[in-house]
């Protein structure tokens, strides 16, 4: 048997007084779980009654954001147990945002005491803006099919049924329409639908709704109603947080905290009571016809008026006991995950217009580059006097469409990660996202540079002078460095003032530096400092190397050439090699840099997801 009880008090007169009514819920019963919670009676379920309680005193409450630094809170308290819904509602400007972000662990600038489990509470945020909370190049049914194969547990029975049931979910909250449209391109009511539809798949014990009629119809938050008491009768604990309740929510709410502009609670009790209460001091109001303009106009309260009502304020009385079925949670791990995020994160990145249009340019511009090459010159001449020039046209293009598509696509796909883990953080695998995008992230730079520097050694004649297999590992060495480069700026994008500019300043004097002039090369010099450079490092290395090829075509290349001066001039630039020493140090240097780059990508995306995960 479990009890359950939503208490308030207020220190203006510092006493407790009765108040009068009570509410009783209909017993839960294992056969009487309503036909739109199954097949989900089985994911709706929760280990312990003691998990899903919730119970906090709060003494002051000083708000830190600037959005809600008017608001005010008196001393109040509450418990609720297992199977409750219960509602904290006021006008604007009231506390009940306050509220929401105590419970929920978003702020911690208060003092008093809440009593959870952190790892309990499932928080639905009040989102205005759903632009990186939910993946834009996933249509709706992709996004259920994720976060629902997450969720489920693989020893849960057929995985079809589930899938059966995601997709009368998706009827239930009328997303039908939408469900093959891409969630970039959603109405802000279909976004905060599937946000919700998301974060009620598989819920923690607590669960906690802030403003969740947001860009709903009644119709919408009465699909969300009918979840919440699913999620009820299966054992869950839900509070909604609300200043623009709707009469959908607290016509399933058990009891209701209603707080007055200055932060005191005015009423504790029954929904259904708040008319008789509000009729008592003289303000006629029909509950249910128009919530938010009539009830919570008590924002509009005279001081006088609170004073009169203080007497109200009080401890409501604890409701009968409440019967719940027994709740039982299999404790098997969760399904592999590590499919689906690879999965959705290619989906991202293929569906990406911006960052496809990117390196379809950049392939153009190259493939334009190397025709008027050989229109000019023919390929044999373009192969010998210059490769050194042809080489740094390449080099360079790899590492800008390294370092622009690592920017787009850590804005398209890392940025989601992090915003994700603040509203569907509790869907997160750590481990597994920072593996799949190591890999592709990886993997898409190997196939680019690859494709973009062979292609175009191909189209010029260089593997005559160059060697292809050195070629084939220093490009993506150098795509690798500089596409990290680009998703480490676009991570801080809230620093994009200070990143960007000191990232384009760092790549242009890292281009500066391995345009080395002839006359270092001919002589086989190289500064130290030039070593700074991972463009350099590659070019001189890929010369290296290549400088042996040269050697065994002297000789043909002597008798078909009849200038000889020129001949002169290619062996010299083309026999420039670094001594054994500066071989070693360079690719030392090289791996170094790219190690580095990958380490502080992964620390800092790790960090912030990590963070913000709940």
């Given at each position: 048997?479990?009890?359950?009880?939503l208490?308030?008090s207020?220190?203006?007169?510092?006493?407790?007084?009765?108040?009068?009514?009570?509410?009783?819920?209909?017993?839960s019963?294992?056969?009487?779980?309503?036909?739109?919670?199954?097949?989900?009676?089985q994911?709706?379920s929760?280990?312990?009654?003691q998990?899903?309680e919730?119970?906090?005193s709060?003494?002051?409450y000083?708000?830190?954001?600037?959005?809600y630094?008017?608001e005010?809170m008196?001393?109040?308290?509450?418990?609720?147990?297992?199977?409750?819904?219960?509602?904290?509602?006021?006008?604007m400007?009231s506390?009940v945002?306050?509220?929401?972000?105590?419970?929920?662990g978003?702020?911690?600038?208060?003092?008093?005491?809440?009593?959870?489990?952190?790892?309990s509470?499932?928080?639905?945020?009040?989102?205005?803006?759903f632009?990186?909370?939910?993946?834009?190049?996933?249509?709706?049914y992709e996004?259920?099919?994720?976060?629902?194969?997450?969720?489920?547990?693989?020893n849960?029975?057929?995985?079809?049924?589930?899938?059966?049931?995601?997709?009368?979910?998706?009827?239930?909250?009328?997303?039908?329409?939408?469900?093959?449209?891409?969630?970039?391109?959603?109405?802000?009511?279909?976004?905060?639908?599937?946000?919700?539809?998301?974060m009620?798949?598989?819920?923690?014990?607590?669960?906690?709704l802030?403003?969740?009629?947001?860009?709903?119809?009644?119709?919408?938050c009465?699909a969300?109603?009918?979840?919440?008491?699913a999620?009820?009768m299966?054992?869950?604990?839900v509070?909604?947080c609300?200043?623009?309740?709707?009469?959908t929510?607290?016509d399933?709410?058990?009891?209701?905290?209603v707080?007055?502009?200055?932060g005191?609670?005015?009423?504790?009790?029954?929904p259904?009571?708040?008319?008789a209460f509000?009729?008592?001091?003289?303000?006629?109001?029909?509950?249910?016809?128009?919530v938010?303009e009539?009830?919570?106009?008590?924002?509009?309260?005279?001081?006088q008026?609170?004073?009169?009502?203080?007497?109200f304020?009080d401890?409501?009385?604890?409701?009968?006991?409440?019967?719940?079925?027994?709740?039982?949670?299999?404790e098997?791990?969760?399904?592999?995950?590590?499919?689906?995020?690879l999965?959705r994160?290619l989906?991202?990145?293929?569906?990406?217009?911006?960052?496809?249009?990117?390196?379809?340019?950049v392939?153009?511009v190259l493939?334009?580059?190397?025709?008027?090459?050989?229109?000019?010159?023919?390929?044999?001449?373009?192969?010998?006097i210059?490769?050194?020039?042809?080489?740094?046209?390449?080099?360079?293009v790899?590492?800008?469409?390294?370092?622009?598509?690592?920017?787009?696509?850590?804005?398209?796909?890392?940025?989601?990660?992090i915003q994700e883990?603040?509203?569907?953080?509790r869907f997160?695998?750590?481990?597994?996202i920072?593996?799949?995008?190591?890999?592709?992230r990886?993997?898409?730079e190997?196939c680019?540079?690859s494709?973009?520097?062979?292609?175009?050694?191909?189209?010029?004649n260089l593997?005559?002078?160059?060697?292809?297999?050195?070629?084939?590992?220093?490009?993506?060495?150098?795509?690798?460095?500089?596409?990290?480069?680009?998703?480490?700026c676009?991570?801080?994008?809230?620093?994009?003032?200070?990143f960007?500019?000191?990232v384009s300043?760092?790549?242009?004097?890292?281009?500066?530096?391995?345009?080395?002039?002839?006359f270092?090369?001919?002589?086989?010099?190289?500064?130290?400092?030039?070593?700074?450079?991972?463009l350099?490092?590659?070019?001189?290395?890929?010369?290296?190397?290549?400088?042996?090829?040269?050697?065994?075509?002297r000789?043909?290349?002597?008798?078909?050439?009849?200038?000889?001066?020129d001949?002169?001039?290619?062996?010299?630039?083309?026999?420039?090699?670094?001594?054994?020493?500066?071989?070693?140090?360079?690719?030392?240097?090289?791996?170094s840099?790219?190690?580095?780059?990958?380490?502080?990508?992964?620390?800092?995306?790790?960090?912030?997801?990590?963070?913000?995960q709940?």
């Open positions: 048997m479990a009890k359950s009880e208490s308030s207020s220190t203006t007169q510092g006493s407790l007084l009765n108040v009068s009514g009570s509410s009783k819920r209909k017993a019963d294992p056969g009487k779980i309503p036909e739109n919670a199954l097949p989900w009676n994911i709706y929760i280990a312990q009654p998990d899903a919730l119970s906090w709060i003494i002051e000083a708000p830190t954001s600037e959005k630094k008017d005010k008196s001393e109040n308290y509450g418990i609720i147990r297992a199977g409750e819904i219960a509602a904290i509602v006021g006008p400007g506390a945002n306050g509220m929401a972000l105590i419970l929920s978003k702020t911690q600038n208060f003092i008093g005491s809440v009593q959870c489990s952190p790892s509470i499932t928080f639905v945020e009040d989102i205005y803006d632009e990186h909370i939910l993946p834009a190049q996933i249509t709706v996004a259920v099919d994720f976060y629902l194969g997450i969720c489920i547990s693989s849960y029975g057929d995985t079809s049924t589930f899938y059966s049931a995601a997709t009368n979910c998706v009827k239930e909250f009328d997303l039908v329409d939408v469900g093959d449209i891409q969630c970039a391109n959603l109405s802000p009511t279909h976004s905060k639908l599937l946000y919700i539809l998301l009620l798949l598989n819920p923690l014990p607590i669960l906690i802030h403003n969740p009629e947001r860009y709903l119809d009644d119709s919408q009465l969300v109603a009918n979840r919440l008491s999620l009820a299966g054992g869950h604990s509070v909604i609300s200043t623009q309740v709707s009469e929510f607290l399933v709410c058990s009891y209701m905290h707080f007055h502009h200055s005191v609670v005015i009423y504790g009790g029954s259904k009571g708040f008319s509000l009729l008592s001091q003289g303000i006629s109001v029909n509950m249910f016809s128009s938010s009539n009830v919570f106009r008590a924002g509009s309260f005279s001081k008026v609170v004073d009169k009502m203080e007497y304020i401890k409501p009385p604890i409701p009968p006991d409440l019967e719940t079925p027994e709740i039982v949670l299999d098997e791990e969760t399904s592999p995950t590590f499919m689906r995020h999965i994160t989906l991202m990145i293929m569906r990406n217009p911006a960052l496809l249009f990117a390196r379809a340019a392939g153009i493939a334009t580059y190397c025709a008027v090459l050989l229109r000019v010159d023919g390929p044999h001449a373009i192969s010998r210059y490769a050194v020039i042809v080489l740094d046209v390449i080099l360079v790899i590492a800008t469409v390294g370092l622009v598509a690592g920017y787009i696509e850590g804005n398209s796909v890392d940025v989601l990660l883990s603040q509203a569907l953080g997160n695998k750590p481990n597994v920072m593996a799949v995008r190591l890999i592709t990886c993997m898409i190997l680019t540079s494709i973009i520097g062979l292609l175009g050694l191909i189209a010029c593997p005559e002078v160059l060697s292809v297999k050195a070629c084939a590992l220093l490009f993506p060495v150098c795509g690798m460095f500089y596409g990290f480069l680009g998703a480490l676009a991570i801080f994008k809230n620093c994009s003032y200070i960007l500019p000191l300043l760092v790549f242009m004097w890292s281009v500066l530096l391995a345009l080395t002039p002839l270092e090369i001919k002589a086989g010099q190289s500064f130290l400092w030039r070593f700074s450079s991972p350099y490092l590659v070019k001189a290395l890929a010369l290296t190397v290549g400088s042996q090829n040269t050697q065994s075509n000789a043909n290349l002597r008798s078909s050439e009849k200038n000889v001066r001949i002169n001039m290619i062996f010299t630039v083309m026999d420039f090699r670094l001594v054994p020493p500066y071989v070693t140090a360079a690719i030392v240097i090289l791996v840099f790219l190690t580095a780059t990958i380490a502080a990508y992964y620390i800092c995306l790790r960090i912030l997801i990590k963070k913000y709940r």
